[in-house]
Every structure is written in structure tokens, then in C-alpha cells.
């Protein structure tokens, strides 16, 4: 799956309001930055069996109350450059205004798919109004109510049928090769460790048909290893991403972690790990994919005893609670333990491709579970009768009990750590669930 969607417009027609719509509730992961941006979101929402990631681009207000229009226009110039569809949103009740069209005339020239939506056309008074937005030359126009959701299903029906074809869906020859993403900051040693793991020694690089332009797959055979490496670091000049570098760089992430099983995530060990990394881990464990965190760049810290140990600790602080997640330390220009990271990134897709029986399973966690039973809530006794794994392509478990409104998170932890303490799913996400036997 990579299917981006970008809301833009101006501000206050209500993109936060359908970004919401759209992800169906699902908490977002919000990127405050300093300078005038507010808030940037980043979720994933489902349509129809559909999956997509939701970018909702913000807007730019100072002080005084004042729109800064340039920096509108940069955050959506990188989401045209970025996303495979792009709602640009209007306001009914307000009508037509001198920065619709401005944005519009930038919109127009894009080969994307573009569809305009009139928000906030919640009464009959309004809809006779909204033909005005047909003189910005943008094609249909869908009339909504982001509040309400009104309008918002045939709007998505346009908009799955507008992606592409997922490369994951992509008939291969064979069987499918693992997909290795590079992801991280902006100057964090991707592009260094692309070129040690694509020198001049490599065996096999030929590329794979059905990937998009913004997601290079290589496929990488060597040294007993075979799989497709992802890589998005180094397409594009600095100069044209200068000034919304950590924007762009999440929307690149976006679409590399989608299109992966494991994600190699780069920290720059000079600046340690900072909030924009802890933002790419949480997007890696929404789209519940493969982690690896390789901490680049530590032939240049200064070290003392234990150094590494105090760093990693405080990573898996940051993580937690999914602290289960290989942490290496690593040098790519001097090709210190890089190999070793390939390695592990193999081994963390056999744990997310790990299946465990269900009369194996039961064996061994039931007896668990009898020993710990879910503490008694407002004076029901939860029992746990069975589990089994989800046909899923991600670790996830199904447990079927009495009571499931009554079991709290805590006892979800503990039985997700069980697990992980008796089968492998280091560098995994997973999903725990209760249902009602």
C-alpha cells in the first residue's frame, strides 16, 4: 500500500475537520514545529478495504492574524510533489476568494489527480452558491460537510478509484522478496548507507517494475542475502526543500514505510534522538512494519564507559511502550557494523512473517494466564477460553473471553510481552485483541 492523500487550501475551510473525516478517528501523529506553522498531521484511514495515509498540510497564521500566503504555497507545492491525490478544499459559506484562485492557478499546472471540494455546505442555501468554484477550472466539484460527513463517501469513492495499483499487489515471479526501507532525517547517513550496501561489489541490482517514482527499489543480492531495498534519500535538490525540510522529509517517510516490511530507521548519533525520529518510529508502528534503529554516525561521539548503553536506554524510553526494537550503533562511511544491520533487518522480517499454531499457542499462554488472571473489574471475572493468530501480514492475536469490555490496557501489555518473552518478535509491532467468545 502508498497511497498519499493531501488536504490543502487556505486556512479555516476545514482540512482539519475531513483529515479527522478521513482517518476515521485514528489518533495522528502531530509535528509541532517553530516559526509559523501550527500543527501538521499524519494519519491512515480505510475506505472500502482501502488503505491510505492522510496528510492534512495546515495553515500559517501569525500573531497579529495575518495568512503568511508564501509559506501556504511551499507546504503545497510539496504536497502536489508528493501525494497520488490531492483534495483542494474550499469554503461555500465564504465563496470565492483572491487566494482560491492563487492556489488554484499552482494547482492547475500539476499532472495529479486534483479534485475541489466545497466544505461546509451543510443547508440548501449554500448549494446554489458553490458554482462560483467552477471558474477555478478544476474538473467536478463535491460538495460536503466535513462535520457531518455528508458528501464525504462519494468523495472517497472518487479517490480509490483515482490510486494506482498497489506495487504490493503487483504479480511477481516467485516468491516475494523482502522490501527494506532506508527512512530518516534529513542528513542522517541514508544516502552513505545506500552506497556502502550498493558499492561496486554487488552481485545483483536490477529494477523491480510497478514502483513509484518517488520510492527507488533495488534489488540487493549479496553475501547470502536477498531483498529489495527502498531508498527516497538524494532524489531531489536540497535547494528546492530547504525550508520545509522536515515536512517533506516525513512525506518521503511516508510513502518508504509503506511500501516496506522492515524499516531501517537512520538517527544522526551528533544531534541524538530528537522528536522528528520518535515521529517516523510512530509512523513505522502505525503501519505496523519491521523496525531497526541504527544510530549512525558514532565513530564521531565522544565515548565514555557505558556510553552506548546510556544512549540506547534513553531510545527505548522515548519508544516505549514498544521498546522490543533492535538498536545498533553504527558508522556508514567507515562501514562499521553495517552488514550487521542488513542482517537484522532480515531476521526482523522472518519475525513479522512468524505464524505460531493455535493449539501451540493455547499450550503456552493459558497456563500463563490461569496463573495471572485480569484482575476483577466492578466485580466481574474475566476467563480467557482460547487464542489464535490472525491470518494477518503483521503479528496479531485474538483472544476470546467473557468480558472483553472489561480488560484494560496493562493486561493487553502483559500478555503482548508473554508472547515476545517466548516467541521472537523482536523489531515487530503487534496487535493484541479481546473478543466476546
Excluded at 509559506?71 to 474550499?90: G, H, N, P, S
Excluded at 534529513?186 to 552481485?203: E, F, I, Q, T
Amino acid at each position: 500500500m502508498s497511497h498519499i492523500i493531501a488536504i490543502v487550501g487556505r486556512p479555516n475551510v476545514g482540512k482539519s475537520t475531513l483529515f479527522n473525516r478521513l482517518c476515521g478517528g485514528m489518533d495522528a501523529i502531530v509535528d509541532p514545529t517553530s516559526g509559523v506553522t501550527r500543527d501538521r498531521h499524519y494519519g491512515t484511514g480505510d475506505w472500502n478495504g482501502v488503505t491510505y495515509s492522510v496528510i492534512d498540510t495546515g495553515g500559517y497564521v501569525d500573531d497579529s492574524g495575518d495568512i503568511f500566503e508564501k509559506e501556504i504555497k511551499k507546504q503545497v507545492r510539496l504536497a502536489i510533489d508528493e501525494a497520488d491525490v490531492i483534495l483542494f478544499m474550499v469554503d461555500a459559506r465564504e465563496g470565492l476568494t483572491p487566494m482560491d484562485e492563487d492556489l488554484a492557478a499552482m494547482i492547475r499546472r500539476t499532472s495529479k489527480k486534483v479534485l475541489l471540494v466545497a466544505n461546509k455546505v451543510d443547508s440548501y442555501k449554500v448549494v446554489d452558491a458553490i458554482h462560483e468554484f467552477h471558474q477555478l477550472g478544476l474538473g467536478d466539484l463535491f460538495s460536503i460537510a466535513a462535520i457531518s460527513g455528508s458528501g464525504t463517501g462519494d468523495l472517497m469513492d472518487v479517490v480509490v478509484k483515482s490510486f494506482g495499483e498497489d506495487p504490493e499487489t503487483v504479480p511477481q515471479d516467485g516468491p516475494r522478496l523482502p522490501n527494506i526501507a532506508i527512512v530518516g532525517r534529513p542528513n542522517a547517513g541514508k544516502s552513505s548507507l545506500l552506497n556502502v550496501l550498493l558499492g561496486n561489489d554487488r552481485n545483483i541490482v536490477t529494477p523491480v517494475p510497478g514502483t513509484t517514482r518517488d520510492s527507488i527499489h533495488t534489488r540487493y543480492n549479496n553475501f547470502g542475502m536477498e531483498f529489495n531495498l527502498i531508498d527516497t534519500a538524494g532524489i531531489r535538490k536540497k535547494a528546492k526543500v530547504k525550508e520545509n525540510i522536515e515536512f517533506y522529509s516525513v512525506m518521503r517517510a511516508i510513502r518508504s514505510i509503506e511500501s516496506s516490511d522492515v524499516c531501517l530507521l537512520m538517527v544522526d548519533a551528533e544531534r541524538g534522538f530528537e522528536s522528528q525520529d520518535l515521529n517516523i518510529f510512530s509512523l513505522i508502528e502505525k503501519n505496523h512494519k519491521g523496525v531497526v534503529i541504527l544510530v549512525n554516525k558514532w565513530d564521531l561521539v565522544e565515548k565514555s564507559t557505558n556510553t552506548h548503553l546510556r544512549f540506547e536506554a534513553f531510545i527505548r524510553e522515548q519508544i516505549s511502550p514498544f521498546r522490543d526494537v533492535p538498536v545498533l550503533f553504527i558508522s556508514a562511511i567507515n562501514k562499521q557494523r553495517v552488514f550487521k544491520a542488513v542482517e537484522t533487518a532480515v531476521e526482523v522480517y522472518r519475525n513479522r512473517s512468524r505464524k505460531v499454531g493455535t493449539s501451540e499457542l493455547n499450550d503456552f499462554i493459558l497456563p500463563v494466564i490461569q496463573e495471572t488472571p485480569p484482575p476483577v473489574t466492578k466485580g466481574k471475572y474475566v476467563r480467557i477460553k482460547y487464542a489464535m493468530q490472525l491470518p494477518t501480514v503483521f503479528p496479531s492475536f485474538v483472544f476470546f473471553c467473557n468480558h472483553p469490555q472489561y480488560l484494560k490496557e496493562s493486561y493487553k501489555r502483559f500478555i503482548e510481552n508473554k508472547i515476545r518473552e517466548h516467541y521472537d518478535f523482536t523489531g515487530v509491532p503487534m496487535e493484541i485483541y479481546f473478543r466476546q467468545k
